[in-house]
């Protein structure tokens, strides 16, 4: 299908759906999100000549599939850096999971404290802080680390959705990421295309997770399967 506009609430159904009526395991979807934005990344940024890559990883989902990404980018010969923003006992479900598998690999995972050091040090940095759930304002540490992100300078892709930017209304908080790429999941939400969005999403690319294509096209629209 061509890149699809829907709303925060129309993914959501079609993430549960695949879960609860396909049996679709949410860390199956993680790991299609994970791997094919990281197949993206790889291609897109072959003419970093360092391959040298900072992933800020929130407490939630975004954060899962940011640890799949770094999984992967190391597995493509890339030198992976994570700055894991909150405790490791935050974590859970699919985002520990995956956090389990990187902490047995070769690739540092560091606090909110190590975040200036990684920027000086990287080439990109992929922003998976915070997901398409967020509205409203973005809190401390988060916001400060934010504001550094984007005076370093660096090339930024951000995960699903600029973190600080309300996906579903484009509404950007003071601390919002200037990402160059979207790389967004499913179907492109729609507030990324809300004018008020355009100066922190850039170039949108939307990546498949794998859920079957009827129910995408069933939630699309608002069809029965069968019908």
């Not at 004018?195 to 029965?224: H, M, S, W, Y």
Request: hydrophobic share 45%; proline share 5%.
């Amino acid at each position: 299908m061509p890149d699809l506009i829907l709303t925060r609430d129309q993914v959501r159904q079609i993430d549960q759906r695949a879960i609860d009526d396909y049996e679709m395991p949410g860390v199956i979807l993680m790991e299609n999100a994970g791997r094919n934005a990281a197949q993206i990344i790889h291609q897109n940024c072959a003419h970093l000549p360092e391959k040298r890559v900072a992933i800020f990883c929130g407490p939630g989902n975004n954060g899962g599939d940011g640890f799949v990404i770094a999984r992967h980018l190391h597995n493509a010969g890339w030198r992976v850096r994570i700055v894991l923003t909150v405790e490791q006992d935050k974590l859970k479900g699919d985002s520990l999971v995956n956090f389990r598998i990187v902490s047995h690999m070769p690739i540092p995972i560091e606090s909110i404290s190590a975040s200036d050091d990684l920027l000086d040090w990287a080439e990109l940095v992929v922003d998976a802080l915070l997901g398409t759930g967020f509205s409203g304002e973005t809190r401390e540490p988060l916001a400060s680390l934010i504001h550094r992100i984007n005076a370093a300078g660096k090339l930024v892709i951000a995960v699903d959705t600029p973190s600080g930017l309300d996906c579903q209304t484009g509404h950007a908080a003071k601390a919002t990421i200037r990402a160059e790429t979207t790389i967004t999941f499913v179907a492109i939400k729609s507030g990324l295309v809300e004018p008020a969005a355009q100066p922190f999403v850039g170039r949108i690319i939307t990546v498949d997770i794998g859920v079957p294509i009827e129910l995408v096209r069933v939630i699309a629209e608002k069809e029965e399967i069968g019908q």
